[in-house]
């Protein structure tokens, strides 16, 4: 999930921004962040821009690979997460969140060394403005990151699976192009992006207990397909407890795989 998920990208109220603030907390998201930013590979003095920026953990963290002689800007929509992600970012002098939207961002033509986007692109309308956005702000030898998971590739196990199939395909609706993670090459083109490397992350969790990444998600899944799907919200609820009860015997397991885009402008491949 990412800044910019929801419903189609709904605003987030503030109480919805602190739950899924706490799945950032969790390990399985830190280390997601941790591959992001090794794939990255930003050095000091360099000018970073996170775009959906969420409650701040990635600006902190590109704030300490840059030092003090770099910068890094947030950029997110969600005024709830831009709120979370200047408390984290409070005392930090390299770093800064603004309010802008992921296809029109509030900063000048060539600014920036590197820039992210986690778990953005899917839940907007255009893929494609967001990502000319980036070759726009990017400097002319910059890269860019961008991190999409494909829920083609969203297996749960340790329930009745034809709830979790019904569970699933409402979950599909909870983004624009919940596939975009395996066919980013187009738009990334014809945006003046060449794709340099593509890096599968997978997550295997046979203990999606309740804190971990995994237990999470499976929250979120829940809620969206109670709210937006073809299950009530009492079907939902067994199934999420059903899971919870095949947890606690060993037998539950969900598995994700979102791939890690290295972006460059065109004419610096």
């Known amino acids: 999930m990412s800044a910019e998920d929801g419903a189609h990208?709904?605003?987030?109220?503030?109480?919805?921004a602190r739950a899924e603030e706490a799945a950032y907390r969790t390990e399985g998201a830190a280390e997601r962040r941790r591959f992001?930013?090794?794939?990255?590979?930003?050095?000091?003095?360099?000018?970073?821009?996170?775009?959906?920026?969420?409650?701040?953990?990635?600006?902190?963290?590109?704030?300490?690979?840059?030092?003090?002689?770099?910068?890094?800007?947030?950029?997110?929509?969600?005024r709830p997460m831009t709120r979370l992600a200047r408390e984290r970012l409070s005392g930090v002098s390299n770093a800064a969140?603004?309010?802008?939207?992921?296809?029109?961002?509030?900063?000048?033509?060539g600014v920036?060394?590197?820039?992210?986007?986690?778990?953005?692109?899917?839940?907007?309308?255009?893929?494609?403005?967001?990502?000319?956005?980036?070759?726009?702000?990017?400097?002319?030898?910059?890269?860019?990151v961008v991190f999409l998971v494909d829920w083609d590739t969203f297996p749960v196990r340790g329930t009745d699976q034809s709830r979790t199939e019904r569970v699933l395909t409402a979950w599909r609706d909870h983004c624009r192009?919940?596939?975009?993670?395996?066919?980013?090459?187009?738009?990334?083109?014809?945006?003046?992006?060449?794709?340099?490397?593509?890096?599968?992350?997978?997550?295997?969790?046979?203990?999606?207990?309740?804190?971990?990444?995994?237990?999470?998600?499976?929250?979120?899944?829940?809620?969206?397909?109670?709210?937006?799907?073809?299950?009530?919200a009492a079907e939902a609820t067994r199934w999420r407890e059903d899971l919870a009860a095949a947890t606690d015997r060993g037998e539950a397991f969900v598995g994700l795989t979102g791939y890690c885009h290295l972006l460059a402008p065109a004419s610096a491949r």
């Not at 030092?67 to 997110?76: E, I, K, L, Q």
């Not at 992210?116 to 893929?127: C, D, G, H, N």
């Open 97 to 109: 969140v603004v309010a802008g939207d992921a296809t029109a961002l509030p900063l000048p033509d």
């Open 112 to 144: 920036a060394d590197a820039a992210t986007a986690v778990q953005v692109l899917q839940y907007l309308a255009s893929p494609r403005a967001a990502l000319a956005e980036i070759r726009r702000v990017l400097h002319p030898s910059g890269r860019a």
């Open 9 to 16: 990208g709904d605003e987030y109220d503030l109480a919805a």
């Open 177 to 232: 192009h919940p596939t975009l993670g395996s066919r980013l090459r187009e738009p990334a083109s014809a945006a003046g992006l060449a794709v340099r490397s593509v890096e599968p992350y997978a997550v295997a969790a046979d203990e999606p207990t309740d804190g971990t990444f995994a237990g999470h998600l499976l929250d979120f899944v829940a809620e969206f397909a109670a709210d937006h799907g073809t299950v009530d």
């Open 36 to 78: 992001v930013r090794e794939t990255l590979t930003p050095t000091p003095g360099e000018a970073v821009v996170s775009v959906g920026a969420g409650p701040g953990f990635e600006p902190l963290e590109l704030a300490e690979s840059v030092g003090s002689t770099g910068r890094v800007v947030g950029v997110d929509r969600s």
